[in-house]
């Protein structure tokens, strides 16, 4: 028998006056692009902001669906454009926001379970990390890669035939 141990750390940041430059620029995107979700079931509004490896940065918002769960997440809808529209350009960083009817969340949201899937298939698709950025009204946190928000991921490695 072996036991093995998991562990992920972050950086934590009590406001974005902390953050450097483009850390703080895709924060802010992703607040703004949040202010745009379509959210009238659950008035859960989230918004992500993707930057590019050429610095271009690619925002998205929830969008709910009355079919539950046709909706969309913010980080797929972001993810989603980038990989169609800038199949070649690797993302590097990805921020999330969210606000509820009294305003920006107090604590950092992390992007669901689906949301840290896909961010998981793009760090192996483009073969580097994607840094994420979660923010929230009293701390910012960071991690090096989508992959510390899902330990042990689903991959196209656990899709290859085992031969005998």
């Known amino acids: 028998m072996t036991t093995r141990n998991i562990s992920i750390s972050w950086i934590e940041f009590n406001s974005l006056e902390e953050l450097n430059q483009s850390d ?7 607040r703004e692009a949040a202010q745009k979700a379509y959210a009238p079931y ?3 509004r989230v918004g992500a902001a993707v930057r590019l490896e050429t610095g271009i940065i690619i925002s998205g918002a929830n969008v709910e ?7 969309i997440c913010a980080e797929r809808n972001a993810l989603a454009f980038s990989a169609s529209n800038y199949p070649s ?5 990805i921020a999330v926001a969210a606000f509820t009817e009294q305003g920006l969340t107090k604590d950092p949201v992390p992007p669901c379970g689906n949301c840290r899937q896909v961010i998981v ?3 192996f698709r483009n ?11 009293s701390r910012i946190q960071i991690m ?7 330990p ?3 991959n196209r490695n656990n899709l290859k035939i085992n031969s005998l």
Not at 89 to 93: L, R
């Open 24 to 30: 703080k620029e895709l924060v802010v995107a992703a």
């Open 42 to 44: 659950s008035k859960f």
């Open 65 to 71: 669906n009355a079919a539950f769960p046709s909706g």
């Open 89 to 93: 350009v690797k993302p590097i960083a």
């Open 121 to 123: 298939e793009e760090e």
């Open 127 to 137: 073969k580097n990390n994607i840094r994420v950025i979660l923010s929230g009204e």
């Open 144 to 150: 090096e890669k989508g992959g510390d928000l899902l």
């Open 152 to 154: 042990l991921q689903f």
